[in-house]
């Protein structure tokens, strides 16, 4: 396997540039690494459970659920969850949510209460279309930087149907390649 230090003599980079492009993303990967376990424990404070709890209410009321299932569901949603509907609610409408005083059978009320938990799940940090952690796309982002800085050439892939081969690489993944390698020996360590 080719270290960072490798992958930038074969990106020609300047040898008087290697040591600081190669700090800057040694910094990346550990600010990667730290930010995942910080991610981690966001996630067992149970922000990721109010999402799910959210988009299923959401879908509830998108389906036109019957009011007296709505008003079930509530119930049983976690205490927190409500906090962050009603707060939002609250942003939206100047108005406190007292859940009792929606009339579910009225569209108005359906909407205002679907668009505070869209907001709540916003809020949450995992709307639909959140794929990637954020640590990955800052990391990803700051190699595509490095590559782009040290070369003054876009990042490119290789393909299965390169005339180069099948075990060809580009200088953007053998950047990439000892960069992931550092989070193995991280995680044994």
Not at 127 to 147: A, D, Q
Request: proline share 4%; aromatic share 10%.
């Amino acid at each position: 396997m080719a270290t960072i230090h490798a992958a930038l003599v074969r990106l020609n980079v300047a040898p008087q540039k290697i040591g600081f492009w190669e700090v800057t993303l040694e910094r990346a990967a550990e600010q990667y690494c730290y930010d995942m376990d910080l991610e981690d424990r966001r996630a067992s404070l149970g922000s990721r459970v109010s999402y799910k709890e959210l988009i299923r209410f959401k879908d509830a009321l998108r389906r036109d659920t019957s009011t007296a299932k709505l008003v079930e569901r509530w119930n049983k949603l976690d205490a927190s969850t409500q906090v962050f509907v009603s707060m939002h609610y609250r942003w939206q409408t100047s108005a406190t949510l007292s859940f009792s005083d929606l009339d579910l059978s009225q569209n108005k009320d359906r909407e205002a209460l679907r668009c505070a938990m869209n907001g709540a799940t916003k809020w949450l940090g995992n709307k639909p279309g959140y794929e990637y952690p954020i640590p990955l796309l800052n990391l990803v982002r700051t190699i595509i930087s490095v590559y782009k800085t040290a070369t003054d050439k876009k990042p490119g892939f290789s393909s299965e149907t390169n005339s180069s081969g099948v075990n060809y690489t580009t200088p953007f993944e053998d950047l990439v390649a000892p960069i992931t390698m550092l989070f193995v020996k991280w995680d044994v360590a």
